[in-house]
């Protein structure tokens, strides 16, 4: 879709009605620096970016750029409004609000919706920016081109995916249960297997629930063993029930798990608790984080919160990571017997707070160990949960030890039945939660499964857009390749391409050859010219990528950094690669849009120039020339020298330009000097040769064009005497400078027919002798003096 | 892998999980049915479980 015409009202720079009419051609848009080019780029961000310019995002601009958008000078009543018109008649309006934001109407928002700014459009400040965004910020900008939004999108739901199972699984926990279970196992069992266990457990069943069914499962054998342990203890006389509930007190450890949570916290001795945690949290986005670092300088360490150099981070945080795994592994194991501890008090609690042992209590509070016993019920095991100090060991240790001490010494004589009945009871205990646990590692080693699974779809989905990626950027490559060496040829810099790193998704980085040398960035070896060469190349092959959506292509003054010769070779890049798609090229040089007048076709390229810009309220204004002497005459009020030297300067490339075409034979000078040629060189050599060569058709003949060489003849007296005196004596009166301007202009008409309006190197006539305008009223003998 | 997970997952993929970014609420739902899935069906008391 072509843009026709682009209107603004009020809008920046302008102010009644501003149209930049294209009539779907490609267009050359001339204007001095502020002549308000960029205010016509600006609608189309606004309009492609919803609102927003990327240069007007400050804090001054206010929320919606209200106010940067509207005109200074806006009389009151007046509309801020952009319209832009399609090649089918279709028009966008946008009318902007005073805070800035606005409201649109038009068939082509949609349409216009869909095209993006970063493809659409490239700026004097942006032509570098893909170069040294970051190896993410280059993928994101290329990945619209690669078709591939979809599997993106699949990649990273299957990453949060994994996630989401290991929270609803509740894998975590499970492996704390499991570590505490096996503690457990281990010292009830020993190194019973599973079926050892299930068979003990089995033959408990057999012996105590001699008139149940057989067949049930493990666990509920466990629970109906539990039941019929219960009730025979329930007819254990007194003394019995005493020694039982001594016994299972007696063997209650405490001071082991006190002395593991001691080891265990002189190692962490240097760590804060809760920042552990977060630390653990933190470093597994880390391992992600890390990888998409890599342009900034310093990064600050999410983990520790040091600063460090960007190079060093990778290495950082690997050695973090080994660092904490030591502490990872004993803050687990602090936990699990923290758990185990609470759970041991819990059980000793429960124990000795049986009516059973109550006489045996009553003789201990009137005795040394009274003090003991009121720890034990004011003992909060939840809260020892939570923080488990010293001073809450060392009371274990001193009120709570002692206390199961006794009762194992008093357990000690314990009938047979009473320690066969614990030790049963014992098994039935740990066994049930050693079957629980059984079926929980199951089921956490199935989401593992499912983690694995998951995480290996997403590597898989990665994989194939890594594939397909690399085949798009050969692609793109090719192209930035072949532009690069239209804009550098034979220059030592070569094999310019994109590239994906390896070991990290979703990035790519720009790769090239400098002197024969292998270079992973073009920051490493290329100057800021080189870079700005290479950003408009990428620029290009992207958008030529999309050739079929056939979007205009907006250049506003991005060769500004570019020398003669390689500037001299876009026009070439443009003709060959976009010579079917709109491009709108906006330049405030004055000499290379001088060099594309002459060079581009005009059938397909259009060429306006912008008056110099003077008041808000009168805004941006086209001149109604294609020629930029109105550059000249804005200044004949006051600095008519000024005005006389800049007709000077625009007459010195102008007709180096003509001379060039025509072939005119000038003396060699030696070195530069070839190059630094004035008007009045040119001139004095087309006015000898034009006597020959410059002749205008009268009725069948061809003369000499005598009014076309007085024209030029005057024009170069001129130059000779005022515009020199405007260059070193600044002493030109207005009128002077108005008539040298005048009749620079008239000079240079005189290469344009009147009739068809063609110059008069538009073709060849008789073989390579002449050269003509179309219609053949005007021609010149072509490379003769 | 269990069959009900394969199939499962060959159904998001061509779906939901690559249609847009999905939220927390409807991840963890999936999640809770492919941690369903992944009980082989044979067993009661590991469906159960």
């Not at chain 1, 032509?127 to 993928?139: L, Q």
């Not at chain 1, 080693?445 to 983690?451: D, G, S, T």
């Not at chain 1, 079929?548 to 390689?566: K, Q, W």
């Not at chain 1, 202009?745 to 190197?761: H, R, Y």
């Amino acid at each position: 879709m072509r843009i026709e015409a682009i209107q603004m009202s009020w809008f920046r720079g302008a102010a009644d009605p501003v149209s930049l009419e294209s009539n779907c051609k490609s267009l050359v848009v001339y204007g001095e620096n502020a002549s308000g080019k960029s205010c016509f780029v600006d609608a189309v961000e606004y309009v492609l970016n919803n609102g927003k310019i990327g240069h007007l995002t400050h804090e001054y601009s206010g929320k919606h750029q209200g106010k940067a958008i509207h005109n200074t000078h806006k009389p009151k009543g007046q509309k801020t409004e952009l319209r832009i018109r399609f090649e089918n008649d279709s028009e966008l309006k946008v009318v902007i609000n005073s805070d800035g934001s606005f409201t649109s109407s038009g068939a082509e928002t949609i349409a216009m919706n869909t095209w993006s700014y970063g493809r659409t459009v490239l700026r004097q400040d942006e032509v570098a920016a893909f170069i040294h965004d970051t190896k993410g910020g280059k993928y994101s900008a290329l990945l619209p081109l690669f078709g591939l939004h979809q599997m993106e999108i699949a990649a990273e739901n299957l990453r949060h995916l994994a996630r989401s199972v290991e929270q609803k699984s509740k894998l975590k926990e499970a492996k704390i249960i499991l570590s505490e279970t096996k503690a457990k196992r281990t010292k009830t069992f020993g190194a019973d297997s599973d079926d050892q266990i299930l068979t003990k457990i089995e033959a408990l069943h057999s012996s105590y629930c001699a008139d149940q069914v057989a067949t049930q499962d493990a666990l509920s054998r466990c629970k109906n063993l539990q039941i019929a342990i219960a009730k025979r203890i329930e007819q254990f006389s007194a003394d019995q029930r005493r020694y039982l509930a001594l016994h299972e007190a007696g063997e209650i450890d405490l001071k082991s798990h006190v002395d593991a949570i001691r080891e265990a916290s002189a190692k962490l001795t240097d760590a804060v608790e809760p920042l552990i945690s977060e630390r653990l949290q933190v470093l597994e986005a880390t391992g992600e984080f890390v990888k998409k670092l890599e342009d900034e300088k310093d990064v600050t360490c999410p983990a520790c919160g040091r600063i460090i150099p960007v190079e060093a981070f990778q290495a950082h945080v690997k050695t973090e990571q080994e660092r904490l795994r030591e502490i990872i592994n004993t803050f687990n194991a602090r936990k699990t017997s923290i758990g185990t501890l609470c759970d041991n008090v819990k059980s000793l609690k429960s124990s000795l707070s049986k009516v059973d042992v109550k006489s045996w209590k009553e003789v201990l509070s009137k005795g040394p160990l009274a003090d003991n016993l009121t720890s034990l019920d004011h003992a909060d095991t939840e809260a020892l949960r939570t923080a488990c100090g010293e001073k809450d060991l060392k009371e274990i240790e001193e009120k709570l030890v002692p206390l199961l001490n006794t009762a194992a010494v008093d357990s000690k004589d314990a009938p047979v039945e009473v320690q066969k009945l614990s030790t049963d009871k014992e098994i039935v205990s740990v066994g049930k939660d050693t079957i629980t646990a059984i079926y929980l590692a199951a089921s956490a080693a199935r989401a593992e499964v499912l983690i694995s699974f998951i995480n290996s779809l997403e590597q898989g989905v990665r994989e194939e857009i890594r594939l397909r990626s690399e085949a798009v950027i050969g692609e793109i490559s090719q192209d930035l390749c072949d532009m690069w060496a239209i804009l550098h040829p034979d220059e030592p810099i070569e094999d310019v391409r994109l590239y994906l790193p390896e070991n990290t998704d979703k990035a790519i980085d720009i790769g090239l050859k400098f002197f024969g040398v292998k270079q992973d960035s073009p920051r490493l070896t290329l100057s800021e010219g080189y870079r700005n060469s290479l950003g408009l190349c990428i620029f290009l092959a992207m958008a030529k990528r999309e050739l079929d959506n056939d979007r205009p292509l907006i250049l506003d003054d991005v060769v500004v950094s570019f020398d003669r010769n390689h500037r001299g070779m876009i026009v070439e890049v443009l003709e060959k690669c976009f010579n079917k798609r709109q491009v709108l090229l906006l330049t405030h040089d004055r000499e290379w849009y001088t060099e594309l007048r002459q060079q581009l076709e005009g059938k397909t390229w259009g060429f306006k120039t912008l008056l110099p810009y003077e008041t808000p309220d009168i805004g941006i204004r086209w001149s109604h020339k294609t020629t930029t002497f109105d550059d000249a005459r804005s200044h004949l009020k006051e600095r008519p020298d000024s005005a006389g030297n800049d007709a000077r300067k625009i007459m010195d490339i102008e007709l180096a330009l003509i001379a060039e075409r025509l072939l005119i034979r000038l003396p060699f000078m030696r070195a530069f000097r070839n190059d630094k040629r004035m008007a009045h060189d040119f001139l004095e050599r087309l006015v000898a040769d034009g006597q020959k060569c410059f002749q205008k058709k009268v009725g069948t003949d061809y003369v000499t064009h005598s009014d076309a060489l007085d024209a030029l003849d005057t024009a170069d007296r001129l130059l000779v005497s005022w515009a020199n005196r405007a260059a070193h004596t600044f002493d030109v009166v207005r009128p002077e400078a108005r008539k040298l301007i005048d009749s620079c202009e008239k000079a240079l008409e005189v290469f344009k027919c009147t009739s068809c309006g063609k110059a008069i190197w538009f073709a060849d006539a008789k073989g390579s002798e002449w050269v003509q305008c179309q219609c053949g009223e005007i021609r010149w003998r072509y490379g003769k003096g | 892998m269990t069959d009900a997970v394969s199939i499962r997952m060959e159904k998001l993929l061509g779906g939901e999980l690559s249609e847009q970014q999905l939220s927390t609420t409807k991840l963890s739902s999936i999640a809770k049915l492919l941690v369903v899935d992944m009980v082989p069906a044979s067993s009661d008391t590991e469906a159960k479980e």
